[in-house]
């Protein structure tokens, strides 16, 4: 049950092995609508390990009392978070005038 937006979690198993694991999670907004930026990790069986961290922002929408996935946006690489975060860093700068 996923009642409150701090109970929402990327955790996932399957045959009593923990598939995906979350590392870290930020809230990034709450109430009706949630955005959720997960850290987590994927079990690589053929390496008996955890593999690199990976990133992942979720949409959920109360409906009933309870949080549903609405939407997902899977950051592929490090190198493009570092992207984003550039591109956010950039337009987040107070222009000439300082406004932003």
């Keep these: 049950m996923n009642g409150t937006v701090d109970e929402l979690t ?3 198993e399957e045959d009593g092995i923990l598939r995906v694991k979350e590392v870290d999670k930020e809230i990034l907004s709450r109430g009706a609508w949630a955005t959720v930026l997960f850290r987590y ?3 690589m069986p053929e390496a008996d390990a ?3 961290d990976r990133y992942t922002i979720r949409r959920y929408k109360k409906s009933a009392g309870e949080y549903r996935q609405q939407s997902k946006f899977t950051i592929s690489s490090a190198d493009q978070a570092r992207r984003i975060i550039d591109a956010l860093g950039r337009w987040l700068e107070p222009d000439e005038h300082g406004q932003e």
């Design 41 to 43: 990790r994927e079990w």
């Design 10 to 12: 990327v955790n996932y």
């Design 50 to 52: 955890y593999g690199p």
